[in-house]
C-alpha cells in the first residue's frame, strides 16, 4: 500500500487533471503514510530554485528554508519575507471599492455594496499571479490567513523535528511598525 497513489498520480492530482472516479478513491482510502514527503518531492521538482520547501501555502506560495529562516516565496522566485510576516504586506494588491469595480466580478443585483465590503487582490510582483483574494468590510486590517507552526508540524505530525525551533508568532505588526519609524525620519 505504502506506494500508492504514485508519485506521477498525485502530479495529476495537484494538476486537476484526475477523473472523478480517481480522486474519490484517494480520498476515500487511508493516506500513505509517505505522502507529505512525495507531494513535497512533486512541488520541489517542479520549482525552478533549490531551497527546501517546508509547507506549500498556496497555488504558488511556499514556505522555503533559507539557511537558518523561513521565508515565504512566489514559484518564480520573489520572496516576501520571515513566514511570521503577514506576505500580503509584500504584495501588490487592487482594491475593488467602488460599485464600477465589484460590477466586474459580481454583474446584476448580486453586486454587494462598496459601503459594506471590498474586494482586494492580491499579485506577485515578481511574476504577476494572482496569489489570494479577501473580501472584507472597508477598513478592515489585511487578514493574515495562515501562520502555520512548522515546529509543532513537524515534531508531532511528521516526527522529523526541524533544526533549530521558531515560535510562530504573528511579527506583522513589527514589519508595519519599522516601515512607519522610517516613513517619520
Ligand atoms: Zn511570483
Known sequence: MGSYPTKEVLSDLIDGTL????????MSSPKDPDRFAKYLAVLQERVPWRQRILLPLGEHLYIVAKGAKRI?????????GDWRENWKLRAL????????????????PRCPDP???????????????QLEVESVPPGYPIT????????????????????????AE?????LTRGWAREEGK
Do not use: H
Open 19 to 26: 477523473d472523478w472516479p480517481r480522486v474519490k478513491q484517494i
Open 72 to 80: 515565504v516565496k512566489c514559484g518564480c522566485g520573489r520572496e516576501f
Open 93 to 108: 494588491v487592487y482594491v475593488r471599492n467602488t460599485a464600477e469595480s465589484l460590477e466586474q466580478l459580481y454583474p446584476g
Open 115 to 129: 459601503q459594506w465590503c471590498e474586494v482586494r487582490e492580491f499579485y506577485c510582483p515578481g511574476c504577476g499571479a
Open 144 to 167: 493574515f490567513d495562515f501562520l502555520p507552526d512548522l515546529d509543532g508540524f513537524y515534531a508531532k505530525w511528521l516526527g522529523e523535528p526541524l533544526a533549530e525551533e521558531m515560535p
Open 170 to 174: 504573528d511579527r506583522s505588526t513589527a
